[in-house]
């Protein structure tokens, strides 16, 4: 085993964390304030791959591996965990569907001026009634000559109004139960595609979160993803990639949470010295920083088997689940590390004990992931 990253990695996340901090930095409580998704920083994203991280160069991507796609989104996730977790959802869920499923004809169309960052995705599959069990979507699809007609409703949607390319999935036979649910691809500004209630969150609230609706919504039968019926294991396998996608989200958090503590305890001076030299803190430090280390490596090994070629359901969820979890507590950690000053607004901490959250949530929450690695489990 080697885990030694490559001279191309190493500098990898040096020239992201170098972007991060000169665009993103100086940005990230004007936008978390204003609850702003910064459209104006999409060309700036794409100048420097991340609009296309893992997606063939023949469709306009960056051909990088999924260990690089971890470095790219763990960075970004160490300044602004809103702006990953956007990169994240359009990399990984609207286009990665696309790049994984769609026709030649589909991946010209749309993946390239996604990968591009020309255009924007969002991925539909959430709805009011239906999160962990997703099976059980509400929003349909009926044939109608060489047009599907979508009609229902999607919740908690990233870009759900701003994006140009939405993957949507939808019930075309509702008595087959999973099996009769598809993927379709909607454009922006289809009649009867509405972006609904934006939602005001407690964090990641610069990247937009919405619900869509869908009434009457008629696409061209040529905008179904692979064949009818397909789409609940298409996601499952989406779902299974994209996880890979927030653990290295919530170890970029983590990571940056850990810092602020560590920053912080090296000059706050208590009692004539600084508080980083007593044990209540170093331990705080000492544990947060393994901890950290341990989701970064169970991260790049189901990054790893997917550039293997080899399944990861188990070892994407373990990622994702322990990821997630750690950096609550890391985040945690941090406040209570800065005392009152991580209570306010003008030191990272809070930002991070805010948005972290949503990655024990989004994607498939710890009871999932827990319910996930069970049946792998106790299934041999």
């Known amino acids: 085993m080697d885990f030694q990253l490559s001279e191309e990695q190493v500098l990898l996340r040096r020239s992201i964390r170098e972007f991060a901090e000169q665009e993103l930095r100086p940005n990230v409580m004007e936008w978390d304030n204003a609850q702003h998704f910064p459209h104006e920083l999409l060309p700036k994203l794409a100048d420097v791959g991340l609009m296309g991280i893992q997606f063939p160069e023949s469709y306009g991507g960056s051909a990088m591996s999924a260990v690089d796609y971890c470095i790219c989104i763990e960075e970004l996730a160490r300044v602004d965990p809103s702006i990953s977790l956007s990169v994240a959802a359009h990399n990984g869920l609207g286009a990665a569907h696309i790049a994984m499923y769609g026709s030649e004809a589909q991946k010209q169309q749309y993946l390239v001026p996604l990968a591009k960052g020309k255009h924007l995705a969002a991925w539909g599959l959430t709805e009011p009634g239906s999160g962990s069990d997703a099976a059980a979507m509400r929003t349909t699809a009926v044939r109608d000559g060489d047009h599907w007609v979508l009609n229902g409703s999607k919740a908690f949607i990233t870009h759900g109004r701003s994006a140009d390319t939405m993957v949507v999935m939808a019930v075309t036979d509702k008595a087959r139960g999973a099996k009769g649910i598809s993927a379709f691809i909607v454009e922006r500004g289809t009649d009867g595609f509405i972006g609904g209630k934006k939602e005001d969150k407690l964090g990641m609230r610069a990247s937009e979160t919405t619900e869509v609706i869908f009434q009457n919504c008629r696409i061209p039968a040529s905008q179904l993803i692979g064949e009818e019926g ?110 009152g000053y991580g209570f306010v607004k003008d030191y990272a901490a809070e930002k991070f004990f805010r948005d972290v959250k949503l990655t024990t949530i989004g994607e498939g929450t710890s009871e999932v992931q827990r319910l996930v690695i069970a049946r792998q489990l106790l299934a041999a």
């Open 230 to 339: 397909q789409g609940f294991i298409q996601t499952l396998q989406v779902l299974d990639a994209g996880r890979i996608g927030i653990a290295a989200l919530a170890v970029g958090l983590a990571q940056g949470a850990y810092e602020t503590a560590r920053d912080y305890a090296a000059e706050r001076k208590q009692f004539g010295r600084a508080i980083g030299t007593f044990q209540s803190i170093r331990w705080k430090l000492v544990d947060n920083a393994a901890r950290v280390e341990a989701a970064r490596l169970l991260t790049y090994r189901a990054a790893w088997l997917k550039d293997q070629g080899r399944r990861m359901t188990v070892e994407s969820a373990m990622a994702k689940l322990y990821s997630s979890e750690i950096a609550v507590r890391a985040s945690e950690d941090a406040v209570q590390t800065l005392g």
